[in-house]
């Protein structure tokens, strides 16, 4: 079982440039969400989804772009990278609902230059 | 608004010590509450949850009890082992039918044997 896949593992960017961060899970959840994990700050929610088609908006959406087609992909998209988006992304899924199990991928590392 | 405070690390502990690490939240609601764990090189995965006051989350020997009076869920172990070295997480959920995380900034252990 794959769970939660995301790619690339590691990237360096260009300031300016342009990429987009793959997250795909295959658990049939509803939910799906990014997060950017920064040290001494913890993990910050970017942007979340409850279900194909719906996308909102999280605690740090700034330079950030989602869409949600299909139930098992949710890319991140930096439109224009910056140096302040230096981090390490996380993407999650899980059950819709606030008691349920986040299940998180293994993350990618971004380095904007 | 929702925020988590973590007790600041790291902490290094001898093998069979006691563990705790203090977890307070802000809420508004009645949140759920996590915690994670994120061994090196790997995303974040759940360890024990607590949906509601007074509710015990336990899980290989890890505990933490929600205290809705005193606002926390500090995590507890009796007897720490060099396999439980790791980043440790404190979160919780609040957004009816979203599974939105606050985190805490994250306490890194350290057990020596």
């Known amino acids: 079982n794959a769970g939660v896949t995301q790619t690339p593992k590691f990237q360096v960017l260009k300031t300016g440039q342009s990429m987009t961060l793959q997250c795909a899970q295959d658990?049939?959840?509803?939910?799906m969400s990014w997060y950017r994990q920064d040290p001494g700050m913890g993990l910050r929610l970017i942007h979340y989804?409850?279900?194909?088609?719906?996308?909102d908006q999280g605690e740090v959406p700034n330079g950030y772009n989602v869409s949600r087609s299909t139930t098992e992909d949710f890319p991140l998209r930096l439109l224009s990278a910056a140096p302040s988006q230096t981090s390490v992304y996380f993407c999650?899924?899980?059950?819709?609902?606030?008691?349920?199990?986040?299940?998180f991928g293994q993350g990618t590392r971004l380095t904007v230059v | 608004g929702n925020s988590v405070t973590q007790m600041e690390g790291p902490v290094t502990l001898s093998e069979e010590a006691f563990l705790t690490i203090n977890c307070t939240y802000t809420?508004?609601?009645?949140?759920?509450l996590f915690w994670y764990v994120q061994y090196p090189g790997e995303g974040l995965q759940l360890l024990l949850k607590?949906?509601?006051?007074?509710d015990k989350g336990s899980n290989k020997g890890f505990e933490a009890t929600y205290r809705k009076e005193t606002t926390s869920f500090h995590l507890e172990k009796g007897s720490v082992q060099v396999s439980d070295s790791a980043v440790y997480f404190c979160?919780?959920?609040?957004?009816?039918?979203?599974?939105?995380?606050?985190f805490g900034t994250g306490t890194r252990l350290t057990v020596i044997p």
């Open positions: 658990m049939n959840h509803e939910y």
């Open positions: 989804s409850v279900g194909a088609g719906i996308t």
């Open positions: 979160a919780l959920s609040a957004t009816p039918g979203a599974n939105n995380l606050f």
């Open positions: 607590a949906t509601k006051a007074d």
């Open positions: 999650a899924s899980s059950k819709k609902g606030r008691n349920t199990e986040a299940f």
């Open positions: 809420a508004t609601g009645y949140p759920s």
